[in-house]
């Protein structure tokens, strides 16, 4: 959910005629603040609890390994961070970063004393600009949260940066069908009928819920979203469409350094 400047750049999903939607960083921080008390409630609401499902996918295809720590970038109310931190060996740390304060006090509050979410580190941070080394965490997720960085490019370099050589870079981010008929149905509740639900419960100022149309209908996706994680130096790309297409999983690896050394000296 990390957003620090204006967007300037066309998706290739946008259409022209359409103005880009406001991903300056005040703009989004507020609106996430405004809506992180009902944020889980509305996600479960709108998407009918499949949003559960797709982050249990999420977390069957991380290789997880008793060493390296795991973090989860735009963790928003730590649902993804959780999921990983029940699924990984004892003593792997599972870390949860996030640029929203309201949306991390809630994370926080999720954790259990005598489960695995207890020992979750939640922090503040933006996602274009991580705090930690180059090569620490064995696997680097986002869920629903790569669409609100400005800069898409630059958080997926840095997502690579802090993963370990051999490690995994995954995404789950929202897409859009590829059926005739079905894209137009989804385009129609989520232009129309999801922004009226969404604001009424929701009770923002700020159009949350129409943001989210307007935010993945100009963020790329497919094979468009797996070639920008190919160019942030990432190997092995592949992506999953689920539920016809209305969300998908990405996954990368960053090589290793022997990966990087032998690329340079074939001719």
Not at 43 to 68: G, M
Request: net charge positive.
């Amino acid at each position: 959910m990390v957003a620090t400047e204006h967007e300037t750049q066309t998706s290739p999903n946008a259409d022209s005629a359409s103005p880009l939607v406001d991903k300056s960083g005040s703009r989004v921080q507020e609106m996430f603040r405004q809506i992180a008390p009902r944020y889980d409630a509305m996600n479960h609401l709108l998407s009918l609890s499949i949003d559960r499902y797709w982050r249990w996918r999420t977390v069957r295809i991380l290789r997880l390994s008793a060493s390296d720590p795991v973090l989860d970038t735009c963790t928003g109310t730590g649902d993804l961070a959780i999921a990983i931190a029940k699924k990984a060996p004892k003593n792997v740390r599972v870390v949860g970063s996030d640029f929203c304060p309201a949306m991390l006090e809630i994370a926080i509050k999720k954790r259990r004393v005598g489960t695995p979410s207890e020992t979750i580190e939640f922090i503040e941070a933006d996602s274009q600009s991580l705090p930690f080394s180059d090569n620490r965490f064995q696997c680097v997720t986002v869920a629903f949260g790569l669409r609100n960085v400005t800069d898409t490019d630059q958080g997926l370099r840095e997502m690579t940066r802090v993963c370990t050589p051999g490690g995994q870079v995954v995404v789950l981010e929202f897409s859009q069908p590829r059926l005739f008929g079905l894209r137009q149905a989804y385009g129609f509740y989520f232009r129309n009928v999801l922004p009226r639900i969404g604001q009424l419960f929701a009770r923002n100022d700020k159009s949350a819920y129409s943001y989210l149309p307007e935010s993945v209908v100009q963020f790329p996706d497919g094979q468009a979203l797996a070639d920008r994680m190919t160019a942030a130096g990432l190997t092995d790309v592949k992506f999953t469409p689920m539920t016809f297409g209305v969300a998908t999983i990405y996954q990368g690896r960053k090589p290793q350094s022997t990966d990087a050394s032998a690329s340079e000296t074939t001719p």
